[in-house]
T-cell receptor, first 113, second 109 residues
Framework: SQTIHQWPATLVQPVGSPLSLECTVEGTSNPNLYWYRQAAGRGLQLLFYSVGIGQISSEVPQNLSASRPQDRQFILSSKKLLLSDSGFYLC????????????FGSGTQLSVL | KQEVTQIPAALSVPEGENLVLNCSFTDSAIYNLQWFRQDPGKGLTSLLLIQSSQREQTSGRLNASLDKSSGRSTLYIAASQPGDSATYLCAVNDYKLSFGAGTTVTVRA
């Protein structure tokens, strides 16, 4: 069966420090991969999605970047964190059909201080 | 741009009462609609997925309906239990998922 791993679960970083969040998927090949951010009391905001290795689409201009070095690996990065980058980050994958069902990781709570 | 709205934002009911959660969306050209459950500080768990050609889906005590032409979906939870307390999110897929802000449900024992 398919599983999605996301780590770390929590992270506290100082302003200006770098960031790397990793997500891996098992049990499927060539999935669509997504990074979402959830601010407190608000809906999920799509940050990046990827339909294949090296293919990244950005939904909103921001201080973050994403990479997909392998088929089932998706990385969210920043060179210098801002206070506004704090939030709950979720990785997700979708079945590659037009009836895509989404599966989410357990999330990373990022606090930038 | 697809906009998804969930009403109410919060709901508190006594155990045993049926729950009705509403979701509306602005663009009816969708592939499917998915309902998720989120516990505090956790990821999302998929509850039900309704294809655009379907009118409803059922799983145990959960039933979700879809009226694509009017841009509405409703999640019904029968005979609520304290374990149903969580935030419920609606997501519309029109190639990309657009989420509502969720309805936070509290079931009182």
């Amino acid at each position: 069966s398919q599983t999605i791993h996301q780590w770390p679960a929590t992270l506290v970083q100082p302003v200006g420090s770098p960031l790397s969040l990793e997500c891996t998927v098992e049990g499927t090949s060539n999935p669509n991969l997504y990074w979402y951010r959830q601010a407190a009391g608000r809906g999920l905001q799509l940050l990046f999605y990827s339909v294949g290795i090296g293919q990244i689409s950005s939904e909103v201009p921001q201080n973050l970047s994403a990479s997909r070095p392998q088929d089932r690996q998706f990385i969210l990065s920043s060179k210098k964190l801002l206070l506004s980058d704090s939030g709950f980050y979720l990785c997700a994958w979708g079945e590659v059909t037009d009836n895509e069902k989404m599966f989410f990781g357990s999330g990373t709570q990022l606090s930038v201080l | 741009k697809q906009e998804v709205t969930q009403i109410p934002a919060a709901l508190s009911v006594p155990e045993g009462e049926n729950l009705v959660l509403n979701c509306s969306f602005t663009d009816s050209a969708i592939y499917n609609l998915q309902w998720f459950r989120q516990d505090p500080g956790k990821g999302l768990t998929s509850l039900l997925l309704i294809q655009s050609s379907q009118r409803e889906q059922t799983s145990g005590r959960l039933n979700a309906s879809l009226d694509k032409s009017s841009g509405r979906s409703t999640l019904y939870i029968a005979a609520s239990q304290p374990g149903d307390s969580a935030t419920y999110l609606c997501a519309v897929n029109d190639y990309k998922l657009s989420f509502g802000a969720g309805t936070t449900v509290t079931v009182r024992a």
